[in-house]
C-alpha cells in the first residue's frame, strides 16, 4: 500500500510517500522558517497562506522523486491535529479531495502519534521496538512520558506544567539574543561552553512524579544572564549549563518512567530529540540497564511528511479511514485514539 503523508500543523509543509511493501519512498519539506523570523515566532495566519502556497508544488516534487504517477497512491494520510487550525485546514482539504477525487481512503492522523512513530519509520519490521515501550516526546508545544501499550495506546504518564522543553530552548536563546528559531542555535552553542560553570537546578526531581517544569529554569537563565558580562563566552557557558539541566531532567523522568512502565526499551521523538547531548545521555542511561533508546534520524525528530505518511499507514492498513466530510481538531487527547 502506497501511502501519501500530508504535514501542515504549523510552520512546516511536510509530503512523503511511504509504501508498506517497501519503506519510504520519498520526502520533502518545505520551512516557513524564514518568513517568521521577523516576528520572531509563527504567525498562523502566514502560516496558512503559505502551506496553500507550497502544498501542491511540494506534492509533485515528491511524486516525481518516488518515480510514481498520482494514480498509484492507494491512500492519502494527513495531520488532523493539534495544531494551528487555519494550517491544519490547508493539509485536510488537499488530502481529503484527493482522496476523493483518487476514490482512496483518506485518514486522519494525530501529529503526536506521528511524532512518536517516527523511531519506527526506517527500521526494518523485524528490528522495530515492539511495545510495550515508554516514548519521551519532546518538541516545541510538548513535553510528553507516555507508555505505549500497543501501537495507538497510548496511557500519559506524565507531562509538563508549563513550558515544552523545545519551547524552553527557544525561548532562555531568544533571552540571550540568538535569532529565531533558537533552540538548535543554543545547542550548537552549548558545545562550545564550559561544563559546570554554570549550575541550574533540575526542575522537579527532588520529589517523585512524572511531571516537568521548565519555566523556572528560563528564569535561572535569564537572571544568570543579567548579571553576567554578557560575552560570547558566558553565553556559551550559560547555554552549556542550561542544555545539561534540560538533558539531566529529562533523563532522570525517562529513568523513573521506565521504571515505572516495568520496561528497558525507551522511544524518543520530537524536535529536542535532534540534541546530541540528550541521544548521547539517554544511551547511556538505557544502557546500563540493558535496555535501549531509538531514536528517529534527526531530520525526522523535527516535523516531517514521512512520520505522517507512515502512522497514516499503519491505520489504513488496520482498515481505518474517515467519511468524506473534512475536519481538524486543534486539541486532541491522544488517550481517545483508537487501537488499531
Ligand atoms: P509540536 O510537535 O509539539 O506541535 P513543533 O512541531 O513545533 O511542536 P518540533 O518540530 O517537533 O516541534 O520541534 C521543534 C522544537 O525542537 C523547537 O522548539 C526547537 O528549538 C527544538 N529543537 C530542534 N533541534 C534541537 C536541538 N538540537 N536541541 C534542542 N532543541 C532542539
Ligand atoms: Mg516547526
Ligand atoms: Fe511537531
Redesign the pocket.
Known sequence: MKVLGIET??D?TGVAVYDTATGLRAHALYSQIALHAEYGGVVPELASRDHVRKLLPLIRQTLAESGMAVADIDGVAYTAG??LVGALLVGAGVARSLAWALDVPAVAVH??EG?LLAPLIEDDPAGRPQPPFVALLV????TQLVAVEAIGRYRLLGETLDD?A??A??KTAKMMGLPY????Q??ALAEQGRPGAYKFSRPMTDRPGLDFSFSGLKTQVLLAWRDSDQSDATRADIARGFEDAVVDTLAIKCQRALDAAGCDTLVVA???G???R?RAKLAEMTAKRGGRVCFPRPAF???NGAMIAFAGALRLQAGQHEAASISVTPRWDMATLPAV
Open positions: 500543523s504549523c512546516e493539534p495544531g501529529h503526536m511524532h518538541s516545541g508545544g510538548h515544552a523545545g519551547e530552548f527557544d528559531p533558537g533552540g538548535p543554543l545547542a520530537g524536535g529536542v535532534a540534541n546530541r540528550l525528530c523535527t516535523d
